[in-house]
C-alpha cells in the first residue's frame, strides 16, 4: 500500500518549461540595451549641449568684434556721425544683447558688459576712459571665452 501511494504522489521537483531560458536571456539582453541607450542618450545630450555653446561662443566673439568695429567708425566720424554709422552700432548692440543670453558663463557675461560700457564710453570720446582701459577689457573678454571654451573641452573628455 506504502508504493500504492507513493506513486500517485506529484513529484518534488519540477522540470522548467522549454521557453523560459530563452525568455530570460532576452529580456536579460533588452535590459542591458536599454541601460547603455540611456547612457548614450545622456552623452549624447552633454555633446549637443557643449556643441550649442561653442557655438554661442564662437558667435558671441563675432559679435563683440562686429560692435567693437561700428563703435570705432562712429568715433571716428563723431561729433556728427552719418545716419549708417548709427544703425550699424545699433544693429550691432543688439545682436550682443542676443548673443549673451545665450552665453552660460556668468563671469564671461559679466566680462561683456564691462567691455561694452568702457568701449562705448572711449569710442564716443568720453575723455576720463582711456585706450589701455578698453583694450584690458577686450582682451579679458577673449580670454574669459578661452577659459569657457577649454571647460567645455574638459566636459566632454569627462
Known amino acids: 500500500m506504502l508504493t500504492h501511494l507513493l506513486s500517485f504522489a506529484p513529484p518534488t521537483v519540477t522540470a522548467t518549461p522549454p521557453w523560459v531560458t530563452p525568455v530570460v536571456g532576452l529580456a536579460g539582453v533588452l535590459f542591458g540595451a536599454l541601460i547603455a541607450g540611456g547612457f ?32 570705432r567708425n562712429y568715433g571716428n566720424d563723431l561729433p556728427r556721425p552719418s545716419n549708417k554709422l548709427t544703425k550699424a552700432v545699433d544693429l550691432a548692440n543688439g545682436r550682443v544683447d542676443l548673443l549673451v543670453h545665450r552665453i552660460e558663463h556668468p563671469e564671461l557675461r559679466h ?40 571647460q567645455l573641452d574638459r566636459l566632454l573628455l569627462e
Open 40 to 71: 548614450r542618450l545622456r552623452g549624447d545630450k552633454v555633446a549637443r549641449r557643449a556643441e550649442a555653446q561653442r557655438t554661442a561662443l564662437n558667435d558671441l566673439q563675432e559679435g563683440v568684434l562686429d560692435l567693437r568695429t561700428a563703435l
Open 111 to 150: 566680462s561683456v558688459a564691462t567691455w561694452r560700457t568702457i568701449a562705448q564710453q572711449y569710442w564716443l570720446d568720453d575723455q576720463s576712459v582711456s585706450i589701455n582701459a578698453e583694450d584690458v577689457a577686450w582682451r579679458t573678454v577673449h580670454y574669459k571665452a578661452g577659459v569657457a571654451l577649454s
